[in-house]
């Protein structure tokens, strides 16, 4: 691990453990991060997740006695940020890659949502 070359320690680990298996394989955090992202895009941001969601944070409102106009206007604004993809994008890779705290990883990970997502922008 100490090289910097993960397919090197992936092939020294399987021949010191289990040289006839493949049980470890080398996976890039980007192509991690790309998969994550799809699965929550494609699992867990319907309209109908999102308004459930939303809902779970607004409901407990009412029993607060927050005017109705105020929950209306909350609700809108927590449904348009979970449903604005490139916002998520860029904020989940900021905290994944450690940009935010490393701002220099953003040169070691080039990605954002309209280079992973071109056929999702038009380009």
């Known amino acids: 691990m100490s090289g910097g070359d ?9 021949e010191a453990l ?9 996976v890039t955090a980007e192509w991690l991060f790309l998969e994550i992202v799809k699965g929550y895009y494609n699992e867990s941001t319907t309209d109908e ?4 969601r939303v809902e779970r944070f607004i409901a407990p409102m009412a029993l607060e006695g927050v005017p109705p106009a105020e929950m209306a206007r909350r609700r809108a604004i927590m449904k348009a940020n979970l449903a604005d993809r490139p916002a998520l ?3 989940c890779y900021q905290k994944f890659f450690f940009v935010d705290k490393y701002p220099e990883n953003a040169k070691r ?5 309209e280079l992973c997502f071109q056929e999702a922008t038009g380009a």
């Open 49 to 52: 997740q999102i308004a459930a």
């Open 6 to 14: 993960g397919s090197a320690a992936t092939r020294a680990i399987r």
């Open 18 to 26: 289990h040289p006839n298996e493949a049980a470890f394989w080398t």
């Open 109 to 113: 990970f080039i990605l954002s949502f």
């Open 89 to 91: 994008f860029n904020a």
